[in-house]
């Protein structure tokens, strides 16, 4: 019962990982109103939320609750689902420094501004943690079947 909890919190934090995302993704403008400037920067924490929880969860289960981590360390799969993770979050970085910088002026009650490089940069940004999101899936899927 304690490995199918585990894979259960497991799975909700992945699917709110990318939910979060794909909504941050919609609601991202260079100029955005103040609420929805609050509404990114809350998302944006629980993006990292759902990432740590992902993480940790999922190393809990790999290393006691699953098939053990020399089974895991020895898959291919697994360790390219795993690159694939890195590169999702080292290309969330540049989008939480930015909304994390917005904290002035949104406790100030004034709504953020976006140089149009930037809101480029961080859409774009999105948009590969979203395709990764797929190759992420894959592995999992290939995985799951004994690959």
Same mark, same amino acid.
């Given at each position: ?7 259960? =919190? ?11 995302? *794909?909504?941050?993704? %919609? ?10 400037? &609050? #509404? ?6 629980? $993006? ?6 992902? =993480? ?7 290393? $006691?609750?699953?098939?053990? @981590?020399? $089974?895991?360390? *020895? ?10 993770? *890195?590169?999702?979050? /080292? /290309?969330?970085? $540049?989008?939480? =420094?930015?909304?994390?910088? @917005? &904290? ?5 009650? &004034?709504?953020? +501004?976006?140089?149009?490089? &930037? ?7 999105? #948009?590969? +943690?979203?395709? !990764?999101?797929?190759?992420? !899936?894959?592995?999992?899927?290939? %995985?799951?079947?004994?690959?």
């Amino acid at each position: 019962m304690t490995s199918s909890f585990f894979a259960f =919190i497991h799975h909700v934090a992945a699917f709110a990982l990318v939910a979060v995302l *794909a909504a941050e993704h %919609m609601l991202f403008e260079p100029k955005p109103s103040l609420p929805v400037a &609050r #509404r990114l920067m809350r998302l944006d924490m629980l $993006y990292g939320i759902s990432a740590a929880v992902l =993480i940790g969860v999922g190393l809990l289960r790999a290393v $006691y609750f699953e098939k053990g @981590w020399a $089974y895991y360390s *020895a898959s291919p799969y697994f360790l390219g689902k795993m690159a694939l993770f *890195a590169a999702i979050a /080292l /290309l969330s970085v $540049y989008p939480t =420094i930015v909304f994390l910088s @917005w &904290r002035k002026d949104v406790k100030a009650g &004034r709504a953020p +501004q976006v140089s149009q490089g &930037r809101a480029s940069a961080i859409s774009i940004l999105m #948009r590969l +943690q979203l395709a !990764l999101v797929a190759g992420v !899936l894959f592995a999992a899927a290939v %995985m799951a079947k004994g690959g």
